[in-house]
């Protein structure tokens, strides 16, 4: 188990326009200066986790992404095909998505271990599974994990990237937890079983869970509506906890399943199920209620 | 203790034996890539697996992999239902591969129609590579510039050792593109000639192709004198192109990976460097050392070899450097003639025998971000 100190929220859902970032960069008092949209996001959230904390310069940067910086690739593309020019020198070093993890390094003041990871089915839990293992081992002592997902205007083209459907709506978000092997200060525990389960082992998890009669469960948007469903009839003992109503659908969604449920409440338990190629994973955070 | 059981690499060298050689005669050169700048067909010197045209598809990269892992197999003796609970780590610069080929055709939205609705990213290599394995588990895919494999081995190893997986297959993987190349021209951080990597008159890196391969275990499932000792990684945020050229943020990854193994600095064999032949890369990896060591232990580039190549060259370098000494020497860095007036130790000029020991693996690249770690061979 690892402990949560803070998490930092960006979720809009943007409808027709790309959201200009401009003034919130400002407001925090970062640079917009050779950076872009997906790195603005990426920066914008971190701070939120940030904010308020007295980092330790090696505190190690974690990011996630469904497709990284998709904009400025197309950008490049575009450049090289349409227009037959060279990518501008800023375009080329922003396509290595781990540019936007140097500038949130930078606009933190962080010089520790800095990580750009994908995954094809869990992103965020495998992101998560290698922050809680760092940390179970001592490799790091703090760790900023995120996960961000950019809004394409072209979102034809976003949603085959992503494989969802023609009418999906979709937002975008940057959304970052604080993690520590350090209880004191921290708002919840964090807890990952690495493996991935199988129907009966996901069974026997929240069979286990019952005992804990203030579980909620969140459902990653890839579970179907009916499995959700067949769960929730089958624990009653549980309440279902829809963040879906404040966010359109972005592939590091559950980050900001988390982190909504986190800043909203003041106790709790919740298991987050997400699920994948016949097999499911299970993040549990529960909030440590505050001193009074 | 993470045992290295063994690793395969494709690469311009070719196979094994070829690579010895080379390796072992200091003799390589690249061949040739063509690009289009401002409208010029601009021919560069460019490191190739094949001469072959070849426009990245999925199905090819996924054809490499394959290919390395089957000749990692053969070497080993080993197939895949040997390895149970085995992860996959895979490192590369590009992992927007899956999203080239629809975007390039996307930049004609006419077509948009007739493209797949299937999902794309970074993990999908690692995820197909898995499947045609028939395994699951725990895979990731790192881009961190041209440290990803190497990031992706030491988080490896950090897998292994918090018992979360058995084994692990790490990747490195780096096929060129246009992009690529046109980047770095613009950048204009390419020779047109040779690489010489600590060279007072290098000028510039040449990029090259890897594709390759180690397995890594918590159990010694074939008798292998190679371990991995441990190591770090830290981003610098001096420049998003590179590590301050004061070699401070060098200096300090490298003590890092030192205080993480519990070596001292006399300790180490040999230094396998990041060696780009960029100018600034170059010193600041040499000011980085002599503020590290006493007496720089012998150290030598890979890049005039393969190339840089890029994400691929954490794994497909650590391969090498692991070919030579089992062969028993380290190689010379080619294309050495003369350091600069500030630096005094000159890299690994001649073949030197070198049976055993250990070795720090350095590697430095955009984002800020350095990597070093070391590994041992005991006789």
Request: with cysteine; glycine share 10%.
């Given at each position: ?25 400002k ?10 949209h ?106 900023l994990?995120?996960g ?19 009418t ?63 769960i ?49 994973m ?11 | ?24 005669a200091?003799k ?7 690009t ?19 426009p ?58 007739n ?48 018992g ?10 780096e ?40 397995l890594?275990s918590r ?5 292998s ?24 943020g ?28 960029g ?27 393969i ?23 380290i ?8 350091l ?11 073949r ?5 020991g ?22």
């Amino acid at each position: 188990m690892i402990y949560i100190h803070a998490i930092g929220i960006h979720n809009t859902v943007p409808g027709e326009k790309l959201p200009d970032l401009t003034g919130e960069l400002k407001s925090i008092g970062a640079s917009n200066r050779r950076s872009d949209h997906f790195i603005q996001l990426a920066v914008i959230g971190a701070h939120k986790a940030a904010e308020g904390h007295k980092l330790w310069e090696q505190t190690a940067v974690y990011m996630t992404s469904g497709q990284g910086n998709t904009a400025v690739f197309n950008r490049v593309c575009e450049a090289l095909r349409i227009q037959k020019n060279l990518p501008k020198p800023v375009d080329f070093i922003n396509l290595l998505s781990n540019s936007a993890g140097f500038y949130v390094a930078a606009h933190l003041g962080l010089h520790g271990k800095n990580l750009f990871l994908s995954h094809h089915h869990f992103p965020v839990q495998m992101t998560l599974l290698t922050a809680q293992n760092d940390i179970t081992l001592g490799r790091q002592k703090a760790i900023l994990a995120g996960g961000v997902d950019e809004w394409l205007p072209r979102q034809d083209l976003a949603r085959k990237l992503s494989g969802v459907s023609e009418t999906t709506a979709l937002g975008e978000g940057s959304n970052w937890l604080l993690l520590s092997s350090q209880q004191e200060g921290a708002i919840a525990t964090f807890e990952l079983t690495g493996k991935w389960l199988k129907e009966d082992e996901l069974q026997k998890l929240l069979t286990a869970e019952v005992k804990n009669n203030q579980s909620s469960i969140a459902f990653a948007r890839r579970v179907p509506a009916a499995k959700a469903a067949g769960i929730m009839s089958q624990y009653p003992e549980f309440k279902r906890y829809n963040y879906e109503e404040s966010c359109a659908y972005y592939e590091t969604l559950s980050f900001y399943a988390l982190n909504s449920f986190l800043g909203g409440n003041k106790k709790g338990r919740l298991l987050h199920i997400d699920a994948s190629a016949g097999y499911y994973m299970v993040m549990v955070v529960e909030i440590i209620p505050a001193k009074i | 203790m993470i045992t290295i059981i063994g690793g395969e690499l494709l690469s311009a060298l070719g196979g094994a034996p070829r690579r010895i050689e080379a390796l072992g005669a200091g003799k390589a050169g690249p061949g040739r890539l063509d690009t289009v700048v401002g409208g010029d067909k601009i021919s560069y010197p460019y490191y190739r697996l094949d001469t072959k045209p070849r426009p990245i598809k999925a199905a090819m990269i996924d054809a490499y992999l394959d290919e390395v892992l089957e000749a990692l197999w053969r070497q080993l003796a080993l197939k895949p239902t040997d390895l149970r609970n085995c992860g996959i780590f895979l490192g590369s610069s590009s992992i927007d591969y899956s999203q080239a080929a629809i975007l390039e055709q996307a930049v004609n939205k006419g077509s948009i129609k007739n493209i797949k609705r299937r999902r794309a990213g970074g993990g999908c290599y690692a995820e197909r590579l898995m499947k045609r394995l028939s395994w699951t588990g725990p895979s990731l895919t790192y881009n961190t510039a041209c440290t990803s494999s190497a990031n992706a081995l030491m988080d490896a190893a950090a897998m292994l050792e918090g018992g979360l997986i058995d084994h692990a297959l790490v990747f490195g993987l780096e096929i060129s593109s246009a992009m690529t190349l046109q980047g770095f021209v613009v950048l204009q951080l390419l020779s047109r000639e040779k690489v010489r990597p600590f060279d007072a008159k290098r000028s510039g890196m040449i990029l090259g192709e890897a594709v390759s391969v180690v397995l890594l275990s918590r159990t010694d499932i074939r008798a292998s004198a190679w371990h991995y000792l441990g190591g770090s990684s830290n981003c610098e945020t001096f420049t998003v192109t590179g590590p301050n050229p004061d070699g401070s943020g060098i200096a300090r990854v490298m003590r890092d990976a030192l205080a993480d193994t519990g070596l001292q600095p006399h300790e180490l064999t040999a230094v396998k460097a990041h060696g780009t032949a960029g100018e600034s890369m170059d010193s600041a990896e040499l000011r980085g050392m002599e503020q590290v060591f006493e007496t720089i232990p012998p150290y030598f580039s890979l890049k005039p070899y393969i190339g840089h190549t890029l994400g691929g060259c954490g794994v497909a370098e650590l391969v090498l450097t692991m070919e030579c000494v089992e062969a028993g020497f380290i190689p010379p860095t080619i294309n050495f003639n003369h350091l600069e007036s500030e630096f005094s130790q000159p890299p690994v000029k001649e073949r030197r025998p070198m049976t055993a020991g250990r070795f720090m693996l350095n590697y430095f690249g955009f984002g800020g971000n350095n990597t070093s770690f070391i590994i041992e061979k005991v006789l």
